[in-house]
DNA sequence: GAATGTGAATTTCTTCACAGCG
DNA sequence: CGCTGTGAAGAAATTCACATTC
């Protein structure tokens, strides 16, 4: 299929085809009039424009079973991220192979850092050990960090930080769940406008911001 | 802090406060006007809404680095989510302990299944399982999957699924990245209307949805 | 003829601002 | 007097619909 027409392409995604024709033209005109998107064409300024087609190297700190299983995970290659090192605090831990790399001690992570050129880096410390790490990784350099330690980073301006907290996605699911259940029954006053039941688009699934922790 | 205004809560969460007040009341009308909302009472009824007052028996399926990782993860026990059994498929994983619970083969899949009322499945298998996994699940009365293996999954009407892309937050971590790099130099031509760079509201910072795989 | 690119119309979301209540 | 709850105003996002180009 060389070509394929923003219909198509909206159908596929479950979007208007009217918004997806937009948001292309933010990234310029690269359709044709009478025919739709090169494909390969398209895949490629798309990629370009979200950084696939830079190479990121990235550390990994903290090589415990979610260290270990980011570490062996396939799809960061095929995004453009090149792990560059493995980092734990463990020193048993040294030069054990994971995933076909060395783990390397915390000593050595400044010059891991700048030896690497590395940017972006992965912090999966248990909580207690995430601040002090990350204050390491700016230090060195590191202007973008993933948190998946359960903890708030606090970080200087201009570095940018994204908390994953794996029990939010189950968190949505239980409240459709609970939505479900109580479907049958109640019809009890003003429905409040929590929409689509269906994962689309955010990742987030119309799912209220505000919670407590 | 017995109470908090809607003000005090939305400087916190970096909301406007008119819009805070109007979500809250979408609940129900739990403030008092002149003073604000009782912390506690407002806990409970947003954890109310949200399902984290009921308890979610889960079942986590291939037992891995990432599945063990899922099984010691901490964070689930105080949002209401009680791990039931973890699965794998490998019969000499059969018995051995992991996050302090002993693994049990996927034989017993259904059983299990129906012996705790499970509604809730994680599918942390390799992508080649997941599918099959998926439907024993649903054959048995799963009716929310959290999905893991870097696969789509095809669910009956009624199921809801997420899928968890491990790569995807690095991918947004690296779009900022890119365009920290570029700031100083270009500023040919249209900016395409991509916001925000500091993580609020949802988790997708504000970036395009679309990508190619 | 077919499908893009985009102004204009429409819908949805957010903020303002204030009446009303404790 | 202070702060909620909410109609009305304003802003933003989405969709329509069509002139334009291949």
């Known amino acids: 299929m060389p070509t394929v027409s923003s219909e198509e392409l909206a159908a596929a995604a479950g ?3 009217a918004k997806l024709r937009k948001d292309f033209s933010y990234l310029g005109s690269y359709g ?7 494909v390969e064409y398209l895949v490629y300024q798309i990629s370009r424009e979200l950084g696939l087609t830079q190479d990121w190297p990235v550390v990994i700190v903290g090589i415990g079973n979610l260290g ?3 570490a062996n995970y396939g799809g960061f290659a095929s995004r453009g991220f090149r792990v560059a090192a493995l980092i734990d605090a463990d020193p048993a831990m ?5 995933a076909g790399m060395p783990v390397q001690h915390t000593d050595d992570l400044e010059k891991i850092i700048s030896d690497n050129g590395v940017s972006i880096g992965v912090i999966s410390t248990p909580a207690g050990a995430a601040q002090q790490v990350c204050e390491r990784l700016v230090a060195a350099g590191v202007t973008s960090i993933l948190n998946f330690a359960p903890t708030v980073l606090s970080v200087p301006d201009g570095v940018d930080v ?3 907290d794996l029990s939010i996605e189950l968190q949505i699911l239980a409240f459709h769940e ?3 259940a109580g479907e049958e029954a ?3 006053g003003v429905v409040p ?3 689509a039941k269906q994962q689309r688009k955010g990742p987030d699934g119309d799912v209220p911001a505000v919670m407590p922790a």
Do not use: I, M
């Open 15 to 17: 979007v208007n085809s």
């Open 32 to 38: 044709t009039r009478g025919v739709g998107y090169d």
């Open 68 to 70: 270990a299983a980011l």
């Open 94 to 98: 040294a030069g054990t192979p994971v």
């Open 162 to 164: 994204r908390k994953v």
């Open 178 to 180: 609970q939505r479900k």
């Open 186 to 188: 109640s019809d009890d």
């Open 193 to 195: 406008p929590v929409a």
